[in-house]
């Protein structure tokens, strides 16, 4: 009997314990900070092979040279910088005190690795910019450790503008644990210095982020978010009416009208930046009628860029005739002109009084994030007065680069952004006649003006000189078109009003401010 209540004892002990241990999870798991889950259009994070791993937008990484929320230059994981007068030689002092997510220290041992890193690995597309070392440090000889939190490039020719193109992607910096150096991919997940890390990812369907708690400036404010891919706008609509998701980011979000609906709900938040992202059509000047400059002029006075933005848009944006997006500091403003009667005149003064039928091309990832299918609509009626009869075909986004370059195509409509603050490698590449990307969209744009312009600014050092150069390039743009800019974007941050902190920027939203409402502080 004694044994039997010894057991029975015993049995209650056990019991008890479980009791407590279970009382305890629910109380854990009731005081526990919900995830915040978000959603973008596309995959934010590409993984292993992508030369970031994952899109500055998900604050994972940081860069040298940063770019603040309304797009200056700043000092991020350099404190400063300075140069010797040739701009040859460039000194880095780096942050002290800052931590990988790995543990390791961010020094110039580190700054080394990223650059060997670089240098080695080649040209590696991605989804947001690709990466060269040769456009952001041309003519780069050596790199080398000063002191321990000193670093010193060395170039063989002066690179005025050296800090303007490590701005952001330029300049990112990984632990060297994370990467193969020579390969440049990433062994694993990537481990940066920033106020989020990644902890899990599945490739075009979600990541989930947490707070780096050994960051060394502000922490984040939530603890844990996940980013959903949710690819089409109507979808990740549905998904904030439902709480499936409380916000979205990155390009294209929700349409602006989508975005107008949802404030009208009153659940809702909506507040925007200017962005870098600039709408325009590609113009096919190798084949009739564009090679006509006389067409290109025409196009650019007959298309109503206020009424695109004003009624597709909801007014969130800026129309220009301006390629370079007037986030970057040495773009200029010109507003744009419509004058029918002068666009008519050209046109008849090539067509003779015949109608022309053209194909204007949509790729379908713009068409997934933008209202370029009414867009186009609206365009093919203003074009269809000047006697173009215009064709519009939606393609897949290889389909219609390949179908662009073969000189398949006469208008086309996307988005360009700005890889870093230096506009020289993106004039370069649309408007010198030896440009890649005049070529690969068969502009067959060739302007003597503008290529003697790219051989002056070889030669010159002087930032005011240079921003001249760029002035005049610009000028002769406008003059003498050879693209047909539209509008600039406006970057709208939508979420549920249950977040806080959730604010627009020139790139992404404050990722690092939001959280549940009520729950700002870190714990």
């Known amino acids: 009997m004694k044994r039997l209540i010894n057991r029975m004892y015993l049995l209650l ?43 500055v937008i998900l604050k994972t990484w940081e860069s040298l040279v ?57 040209y590696k597309p991605s989804t947001f910019y690709g990466y060269q070392v040769s456009r952001i440090y041309p003519g780069l ?50 481990k ?31 603890k844990r978010i996940r980013v959903r891919v949710i690819t089409s706008p109507e979808a990740r609509y549905s998904a904030l009416k439902s709480e499936e998701i409380f916000g979205v980011l990155d390009l294209g979000g929700v349409t602006p009208i989508m975005a107008e609906d949802l404030m009208r709900d009153g659940r809702f938040q909506v507040n925007s930046a200017k962005s870098t992202i600039s709408h325009y059509l590609s113009v096919n000047g190798t084949r009739y009628p564009f090679t006509d400059e006389r067409m290109r002029m025409a196009l650019n006075l007959v298309i109503d860029r206020e009424q695109i933005v004003r009624h597709y848009f909801r007014g969130y944006g800026t129309p220009t005739r301006n390629f370079l997006n007037s986030t970057d500091p040495f773009s200029k403003v010109y507003p744009p002109e419509k004058n029918l009667e002068e666009a008519k005149k050209l046109v008849d003064e090539v067509l003779q009084g015949k109608r022309q039928k053209i194909v204007f091309l949509i790729p379908q990832y713009g068409a997934a994030r933008y209202p370029y299918k009414v867009i186009s609509e609206f365009i093919q009626a203003e074009l269809k007065v000047l006697g173009l009869d215009t064709e519009i075909v939606l393609m897949d986004g290889m389909t219609a680069r390949k179908a662009m ?93 249950k977040l806080s902190g959730y604010d627009a920027v020139v790139y992404g939203i404050t990722l690092d401010k939001v959280s549940w409402v009520g729950e700002g502080d870190v714990k």
């Open 13 to 55: 002990c056990v019991l008890l314990c479980i009791g407590f241990i279970l009382s305890g999870c629910g109380n854990q798991q009731s005081t526990e900070e919900p995830e915040i889950v978000l959603a973008a259009a596309r995959d934010l994070a590409p993984g292993n092979k992508a030369p970031y791993y994952s899109s």
């Open 66 to 122: 940063g770019i603040s929320d309304d797009g200056k230059i700043k000092p991020m994981l350099a404190e400063s910088w300075e140069s010797n007068e040739s701009k040859t030689e460039w000194i880095f002092h780096l942050k002290k005190g800052v931590k990988f997510h790995d543990g390791s220290d961010f020094n110039a041992e580190a700054v080394l690795a990223n650059f060997y890193r670089i240098t080695h690995m080649g």
């Open 192 to 222: 940066g210095t920033g106020p989020f890390k990644i902890v899990e990812r599945k490739a075009d369907n979600y990541t989930v982020l947490e707070r780096f708690d050994e960051y060394y400036g502000e922490k984040a404010k939530a």
């Open 405 to 497: 370059a073969m000189g398949n195509y006469d208008l086309s409509i996307g988005t360009r952004g700005l890889g870093n603050l230096d506009p020289t490698s993106l004039l370069y590449e649309f408007f010198d006649t030896k440009g890649p990307t005049n070529k690969a969209s068969s502009f067959g744009y060739s302007n003597p003006q503008i290529d003697a312009d790219f051989e002056k600014l070889v030669g010159t050092y002087n930032i005011e000189d240079r921003a001249q150069i760029y002035t005049d390039i610009l000028n002769q743009l406008v003059e003498h078109p050879a693209v047909v800019p539209l509008f600039e974007d406006q970057n709208l941050a939508v979420s549920n009003k």
């Open 141 to 190: 000889i050596k790199y080398e450790a000063d002191d321990a939190y000193t670093v010193h490039l060395y170039f063989e020719k002066p690179v005025p503008m050296l800090i303007y193109r490590m701005a952001g992607w330029g300049s990112c910096m990984f632990s060297p644990s994370s990467f193969d150096k020579e390969s440049g991919d990433f062994i694993d997940i990537a």
